[in-house]
């Protein structure tokens, strides 16, 4: 069992930042990937950024083109966090934001398509959502 907890989460006028942190505890160990994604009211939840961990060629980060540029995903291994740096916000950055933690070592292929970032039905564990709202 893994535990994800998230904190950040905000409003803040567009142009602005904000910082995102998921704390994991429980079985955190091996290769995994660790990521966020979002979800805005009557939309699919999307992966916006992963960091995969273990490896022995190291860390290796991944984006989605939206927001490529933008946000920048890290890790703190003492503490087994995740954070996402936001820069730029937009109105369309506008969703609830999950933590996310997957046992899986890199980009790979679910149900015949190739995804950098684990699709959300591959996902092993969430955290329960931080808010965010962009305003113009």
């Known amino acids: 069992q893994v535990q994800l907890v998230e904190s950040g989460g905000g409003s803040v006028q567009a142009g602005g930042s904000l910082r995102l942190s998921c704390a994991a505890s429980?079985?955190?160990?091996?290769?995994?990937?660790m990521g966020w994604f979002r979800q805005a009211p009557g939309k699919e939840r999307e992966g916006v950024a992963a960091?995969?961990?273990?490896?022995?060629?190291?860390?290796?980060?991944y984006y989605a083109d939206s927001v490529k540029g933008r946000f920048i995903i890290s890790r703190d291994n003492a503490k087994n966090t995740v954070y996402l740096e936001m820069n730029s916000l937009k109105p369309e950055d506008t969703a609830m934001y999950y933590c996310?933690?997957?046992?899986?070592?890199?980009?790979?292929?679910?149900?015949?398509?190739?995804?950098?970032?684990?699709?959300?039905?591959?996902?092993?564990?969430w955290g329960k959502g931080t808010p965010v709202t962009i305003s113009s």
């Open positions: 429980g079985y955190v160990y091996g290769t995994y990937c």
């Open positions: 960091i995969y961990y273990g490896n022995i060629a190291g860390d290796s980060t």
């Open positions: 996310a933690f997957a046992r899986s070592s890199g980009p790979a292929m679910y149900g015949g398509r190739w995804y950098d970032i684990p699709p959300a039905y591959g996902v092993d564990y």
